[in-house]
Structures are given as structure tokens and as C-alpha cells.
């Protein structure tokens, strides 16, 4: 008997594809699906068969006016090398970040390289999202900070503001699979980023930055508890929405005592940068 993991590939189409292919792939993500791949119509996710659930998959694929169909199968092994090389290609950002995985050589004349194997994780810096808030990174003066990086993912965001002088960093996400491969980056990049799996509730002490790239309802429902572990003065950034969501989300920020500085805009993403 094999001790091979069984996985059970979907493979979604979706009509219309854009926004609407990384807004599922968002949801499925908190059902548990380790991996996505896109496709011409819309997207193949793997999933331990143990952890497969067709009515919460049929019901995260509903979205109104978007017409969604999936086929599934069992794959007794997935060569996940072979989906990252795929998928992720080297990024950079305003000419200052170069994010490569091992498999990509190096490229010099960047201030800030970073090392990452994204793994099943969120968060290379190819989703307009988090490129977003590397953008906002870039610009703050983190030196000595102390900083929060929420739904840390692949732990990039953490990691670069590390690099930016930061003198404490810590990363937080809901994934047990993401705080090893937040943990494992730290290493390849010499970063002293620490993690701990669980959600706001799991947030000790208070930090100058905060960086929350993670979903419209999940910002609103944790909003007191970032506000409360914000220091007065202190700047965080939310991302994961778009530009109808906005008004939802100030008003939640000014309602825990935020004020509204600025709104960056990639794609169909929105991203906001707020004080207290």
C-alpha cells in the first residue's frame, strides 16, 4: 500500500474569468486546497482527498451573474516541483525587489532580492495584492519598527520589511503549511521573521506596522483587533478587496478610531493605507 497522499484535482471553469478566477481561488484556499494552477478557463486546485468537501466546494463557486462548472479526480501523487516552476516566474517590483525561487538564477542591481519557494502558500508577489504591499513597504521608513504581517502566507511581506531595517517582525496565518514555509523563507533569506499559526485572537503586544493582505470579510471581522495591537502613530495596510468594497471597509476603520491616508489600485485590486 502506497503512503503516497491521494489528491482530488478540481478543475474549474469559470465565465467571466477576470476578476472572478482569483476570487475563487481565494475562497477555495480556505477550504483547505493546497495548490492552484491557472488555466485558459479558469483553474485547476488540489486538495488531501480526506479534506475534500463537494458541497462547500459547490458552494464557494457560486458567485451571482458567473456561470462555474468542475470536474474532479483522484492523482495518487502531485509533483508540486514541477507546478511552482510552472506558475511562478521571477518578479520584480518598481525596480527594488527581485523575487526568484531556487529553481530561477539570480539577477543583479536590485536593493532588495529575496529567495522564496512559495510551496502551496499565497503570496509570491505575483497576485496583484500582495504586489501592492510591497509598493507600500517600499515607501515607509519601517526602520525599527515593529512589525505585523497578517495572513503572512509565503512570509515575503515580513521578510522585505526585515530587510528595510524592521527591528522585530512577526507573521501570523490560519495555515499551518504557511507558518512552515513563512519559516523555512526566513531561513533562505537570513531573516529573523518569526510566525504562529492561529488568527487575530493569537496577536500578542503591539506593533508600529501592520500588514493585512487577506479577505474583505476576515479585515472586517478582525478590525478591533488590529486597531488594538496598532500603536499610536502606527500605519497599517489592508488588501484582498476591491474598489466596491471600499466604502465597507473605511467605515469599519474609522469606527475603530483609523484614519484614511491613501488607496492604491492594481488590476481589479484595491489596497488602503490607514493610521491611528
Request: charged share 25%.
Amino acid at each position: 500500500m502506497s503512503d503516497t497522499p491521494v489528491y482530488i484535482e478540481v478543475a474549474a471553469k469559470v465565465q467571466p474569468l477576470e476578476p472572478f478566477r482569483d476570487i475563487f481561488i481565494a475562497q477555495l484556499g480556505t477550504l483547505g486546497f493546497e495548490s492552484f494552477s491557472e488555466t485558459a478557463e479558469g483553474f485547476e486546485a488540489y486538495i488531501i482527498k480526506e479534506d475534500y468537501d463537494e458541497a462547500a466546494v459547490k458552494e464557494a463557486l457560486v458567485w451571482e451573474g458567473v456561470q462555474t462548472s468542475f470536474v474532479t479526480q483522484e492523482i495518487e501523487q502531485v509533483n508540486w516541483n514541477a507546478e511552482w516552476e510552472k506558475n511562478f516566474d521571477p518578479i520584480e517590483v518598481d525596480g527594488r525587489v527581485y523575487i526568484r525561487a531556487p529553481f530561477h538564477e539570480e539577477k543583479q542591481g536590485f536593493e532588495y532580492p529575496m529567495l522564496i519557494e512559495p510551496k502551496m502558500s499565497f503570496g509570491t508577489g505575483h497576485h496583484q495584492t500582495t504586489h501592492m504591499m510591497i509598493q507600500w513597504l517600499l515607501e515607509t521608513d519601517t526602520n525599527g519598527h515593529e512589525v505585523l504581517d497578517m495572513g503572512c502566507g509565503t512570509g515575503i511581506l515580513g521578510i522585505l520589511a526585515d530587510m528595510l531595517g524592521a527591528s522585530r517582525v512577526h507573521g501570523i496565518d490560519i495555515d499551518t503549511w504557511c507558518i512552515e514555509n513563512t519559516l523555512e523563507n526566513a531561513e533562505r533569506n537570513q531573516s529573523k521573521m518569526t510566525a504562529d499559526v492561529g488568527g487575530a485572537d493569537v496577536i500578542e503586544g503591539t506593533f508600529d506596522t501592520i500588514c493585512a493582505n487577506i479577505n474583505l470579510n476576515v479585515l472586517l471581522a478582525d478590525m478591533n483587533a488590529y486597531v488594538g495591537a496598532l500603536k499610536e502613530g502606527g500605519t497599517i495596510f489592508f488588501s484582498g478587496f476591491y474598489e466596491e468594497n471600499i466604502p465597507t471597509l473605511r467605515e469599519s476603520a474609522s469606527a475603530a478610531g483609523l484614519t484614511y491616508v491613501g488607496v492604491k489600485e492594481r488590476e481589479q485590486w484595491r489596497s488602503l493605507k490607514m493610521v491611528k
